[in-house]
C-alpha cells in the first residue's frame, strides 16, 4: 500500500473508503481534534491550548489520593468555574466528524472507537462501542469496584466524599487525572480492540499521550493498515498508510459518502 500524502483530498478519502471497505474489523483511535469542529480547543496543535498558554502543572491526582473529601469540596466549591476549557465542552454539540463515525459503525464499516476525549460527543453523536480511555467527564466512578455512572445523579453533599452504593468504595469523577492510572477495564478492551483490528484509523491525535498512541503501532506491526486523519503531520505520520491531510469534519463525512456509493 502506497502512502497518500502527495495526492488530493478527494483521492487519499477514496483511497482511505477502499482501505476500510476491504477491512473486517476497524479499530479508531480519536484524540481532541476530532472535537476541535465542536469547539472545544485542542491541548497540543497551532491552535491548542497548551500552545497558547503553555503545559499546566496539575497535582489533582495526588490531592485526590491524600483527601477525597477535600478534592470533592474544592470541586463542588469551584463549579460553574471551570474557566475556557470546561465551558467549551459544556456549550459542545456534535460536529459531523462525531456523526460520521457513528454512521462508520451503523453501517457495519467500524468496529470499536478508543477515545481519549472526555466530552461525551461520541455517545450524542449515535456511537455504541466506545472505550473512553480517559475517562467521561459526565461521570462519576468508584475506585473500588469500577462502578460508572452519571456524576449527576450523585449526591454532592456532606458527608463527603460521596461513596459507592455497590460497595461502598470512594467516588471520583469518572476523568482521569495526569497521573492517575488508566481503569484496567478500559485498558484491557484497548488491547484486545489492537489485536484484532486490521485497519487502525487515526483521528485527530497527536499520538504523543501514552498508552493511547501505541494501540495504533501494536496494530501496525501485526500488519495492520493506519489510516490519519488530521489536518497537520504528527508523530505516527510516517508509519501511516493512507494519510487524509483534513478536518475530520471534512474527511469522514466524504469517507461515509464514498463507501454508501
Ligand atoms: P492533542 O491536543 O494533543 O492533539 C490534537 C490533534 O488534533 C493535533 O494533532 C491537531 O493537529 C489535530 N486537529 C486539530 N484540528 C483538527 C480537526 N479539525 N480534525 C482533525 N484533527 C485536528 O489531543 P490528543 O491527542 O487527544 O491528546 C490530548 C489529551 O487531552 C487527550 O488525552 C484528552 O484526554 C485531552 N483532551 C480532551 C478534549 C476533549 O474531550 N474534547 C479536548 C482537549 C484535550
Ligand atoms: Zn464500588
Avoid at 469551584?78 to 457513528?102: C, T, V, Y
Avoid at 459526565?138 to 452504593?165: F, S
Wanted: hydrophobic content about 40%; glycine content about 8%; aromatic content about 6%.
Amino acid at each position: 500500500m502506497s502512502t497518500t500524502t502527495e495526492t488530493t483530498l478527494d483521492q487519499a478519502t477514496r483511497v482511505a473508503a477502499a482501505v476500510i471497505r476491504q477491512a473486517s474489523h476497524v479499530v479508531a483511535l480519536v484524540g481532541a481534534g476530532l472535537s476541535a469542529e465542536s469547539g472545544i480547543p485542542t491541548y497540543r496543535g497551532p491552535d491548542g491550548l497548551w500552545t497558547k498558554f503553555g503545559e499546566p502543572t496539575i497535582d489533582g491526582w495526588e490531592l485526590f489520593c491524600e483527601d477525597p473529601a477535600g478534592w470533592w469540596r474544592l470541586t463542588i466549591e469551584r463549579r460553574g468555574d471551570g474557566g475556557e476549557f470546561a465551558r467549551a465542552i459544556d456549550a459542545a454539540e456534535p460536529n459531523a466528524g462525531h456523526r460520521a463515525m457513528a454512521d462508520l459503525e451503523e453501517m457495519g464499516h467500524l468496529a470499536h472507537i478508543i477515545t481519549q476525549n472526555i466530552d461525551n460527543l461520541h455517545q450524542r453523536a449515535g456511537s455504541r462501542a466506545v472505550t473512553e480511555i480517559h475517562g467521561n467527564r459526565t461521570k462519576a466512578r468508584c475506585m473500588n469496584c469500577g462502578w460508572r455512572g452519571p456524576l449527576a445523579a450523585v449526591p454532592l453533599i456532606e458527608p463527603l466524599p460521596p461513596l459507592c452504593h455497590e460497595c461502598g468504595g470512594v467516588l471520583k469523577n469518572d476523568t482521569v487525572m495526569f497521573g492517575e492510572p488508566i481503569p484496567p477495564d478500559a485498558l484491557d478492551e484497548c488491547y484486545r480492540q489492537a489485536a484484532l483490528a486490521d485497519v487502525f484509523l487515526v483521528v485527530g491525535t497527536s499520538a504523543v499521550v501514552y498508552p493511547a498512541a501505541s494501540f495504533p503501532v501494536m496494530a501496525k506491526r501485526r500488519g495492520a493498515a493506519l489510516i490519519e486523519i488530521n489536518p497537520h503531520e504528527t508523530e505516527l505520520s510516517e508509519l501511516a498508510d493512507v494519510i487524509v491531510r483534513a478536518p475530520a469534519g471534512i474527511a469522514l463525512p466524504a469517507i461515509v459518502d464514498t463507501l454508501r456509493r
